[in-house]
């Protein structure tokens, strides 16, 4: 597992603080890095850099494009008794607690039947997140990389448990 460090953090802040994702590609990269983000806010080293409040808000903005456009991931449900969203984009599953549910569309995609329940997969993404947000950001530079091909090396080296 690769380190978490203060420039990683940086490069996931410009890339959520930047243009909206276009493509599964670049959705796949805002995942990875609020993913990304996620894991650094629970390290005391980056507490005072990396907000809960700032994830949940970019996790929200996130599920809100996936709610206008399906192309995005592969799917998306937000589970109303735990609380928790769930994206999958490339056979990874990114889970997110607490976002800020109350708003529109949302809300109309929460109440409707495609709002299909979805289980955990059990794969915590978090203390790989490196790793993934490495994998997103060389999808996007070389776009002939292939992405699967990388989640599955990485989910074959036993890293994903």
């Known amino acids: 597992m690769s380190e978490i460090t203060l420039d990683i953090i940086q490069e996931s802040l410009d890339i959520i603080h930047g243009k909206d994702p276009q493509n599964k590609d670049e959705f796949f990269?805002?995942?990875?890095?609020?993913?990304?983000?996620?894991?650094?806010?629970?390290?005391?080293?980056?507490?005072?850099?990396?907000?809960?409040?700032?994830?949940?808000?970019?996790?929200?903005?996130?599920?809100?494009?996936?709610v206008a456009d399906r192309r995005l991931a592969d799917e998306a449900s937000y589970d109303v008794a735990d609380k928790c969203l769930y994206i999958r984009c490339y056979t990874l599953q990114f889970s997110f607690h607490y976002i800020f549910d109350k708003y529109e569309p949302i809300v109309e995609f929460i109440h409707s039947e495609e709002n299909k329940a979805t289980t955990w997969d059990g794969v915590r993404l978090q203390p790989i997140a490196t790793e993934i947000f490495n994998i997103a950001v060389d999808n996007i530079e070389n776009p002939d990389s292939k992405i699967l091909e990388n989640i599955n090396e990485i989910k074959n080296n036993g890293q994903l448990n």
């Open 29 to 66: 990269l805002n995942l990875a890095a609020v993913n990304l983000l996620n894991a650094a806010a629970k390290k005391k080293t980056f507490k005072e850099i990396v907000k809960y409040s700032h994830i949940k808000r970019q996790a929200t903005y996130l599920f809100s494009l996936w």
